[in-house]
């Protein structure tokens, strides 16, 4: 009974701490889509000044940008899938989940890559012209938020991997997946507004 | 242990059909856009309206769905904080829009870096050529003398020169077109003569021009600048 007792406290304060955690977490999202938004109102000003250069439209590959969106889309939901497998604590589903995850966005940085490398091989580089300044910097700050996302999810992947499932490392995952959520939502407007917007 | 096997099983089976919900909700606002631009649907500003408001919608889809964001009575401050931080972003980039516009309007750079390539010889920018002319033929002067302009027709080819000069006291303001519309030419807005002094430019734009002063409108003349 008093193991029952102790066990609950335990709990009941695991989760005030949580939801600190979960607020702060959720805090610097914030401030990180207000950055986004900066790039966003960078990229909608400058994306004409292409002094006389190749616009968006004669560049981009609307096909590249769906299968990037599909990609990290199934990415986002298989991250939540892992996410509901933590709170059961299955450690197998959890590595399958999250595993889906990883690669999903490797395959989209890699996507990402190529289509920079495309352009910078064809001398669009992002010294050219105001719009590929945008573009590169817009695009490329989420692929490095991408970047360190599958860093992270690979350091707690083998967390779980050596140490199991516990509580810190659901958490861990917890925010992970939020923060994967995040960028995918970010990825939508990109989508939207960088790419479907040059041939609008 | 009773309260974990009483709060748990509930939420979680509520949220795999929550993300398979939101998942399939937002392949299909993924692929309704892309139809809708590819194909050609629509156009114009209807176009990108639709396109931005079903990507608002996809974020509330996932935001809800996927975040779960103001589902229960925990994450309040979450909300407010993401709804304030919404009418920031809607601010900042309203804004900046509003604001590089009309500086846009106002500048009209094009113009600017097209009488800049002119004035250094710069045919091309970017390939578009600029009109710039490499060497230039022959010249032909305007005199302005007593309110009239001599000769009152110019017959000049492309790349020939054409000097203003002001013999009258006074400034002089020449700007091409009719009054009081004017508008430039070869990116020169209005060439200015200052008493006595003469000012050249070069005949980079073809057609018939009619130049006047822009202080005295009825001191006028023609150009006619052949290929």
Known sequence: MTHHTNAEAISVHEEAANDRVMFGFWVYLMTDL???????????????????????????????????????LTSSFTAG??????????????????????????????IELFEFAEFIHEGHTMTVNAFLSSFFVLVGTHGLHITSGLLWLAVTLIFVIKRGLNSHLVRKLALLSLFWHFLDIVWIFIFTVVYLGAFV | MT??????????????????????????FTIIPYHLVVNKVLSGNTLLATILGIAVLQMFIQIFFFLHLGRGPKPFYN???????????????????????????????????????????????EGKTTGACQGNKDNHIVVIKGGVARPAHTQASRCDTLTFLNQDEGKREMVFGPHPNY????????????????????????GGFMFHDHLYPSLSGHLTVAP
């Open chain 1, 34 to 72: 207000l950055m986004f938004a900066i790039l966003f109102a960078v990229y909608a000003v400058l994306h004409g000044n292409t002094m006389g250069g190749p616009t968006g439209r004669d560049l981009f590959n609307p096909k590249l940008a769906l299968s990037e969106t599909l990609i990290l």
């Open chain 2, 79 to 125: 909300v407010v904080f993401f709804f304030a931080t919404a009418g920031i972003i809607v601010l900042v980039i309203g804004a900046s829009l509003f604001i590089m516009n009309n500086l846009h309007y106002n500048m009209a750079p094009d113009e600017v870096v097209r009488k800049q390539a002119q004035d250094e010889g710069i045919s091309q920018v």
């Open chain 2, 3 to 28: 309260k974990k096997t009483h709060s748990q099983p509930r939420s979680e089976h509520g949220a795999t059909g929550s993300y398979v919900i939101g998942f399939v909700l937002s392949l299909i």
């Open chain 1, 81 to 110: 899938m892992g996410m509901i497998a933590a709170r059961r604590g299955i450690k197998r589903q959890v590595l399958v989940w999250f595993g889906i995850t990883f690669l999903l966005g490797l395959a989209f940085l890699g």
């Open chain 2, 183 to 206: 508008h430039s030419y070869g990116g020169e807005e209005m060439v200015v003569l200052d008493d006595g002094r003469p000012e050249t430019i070069t005949l980079n734009e073809t």
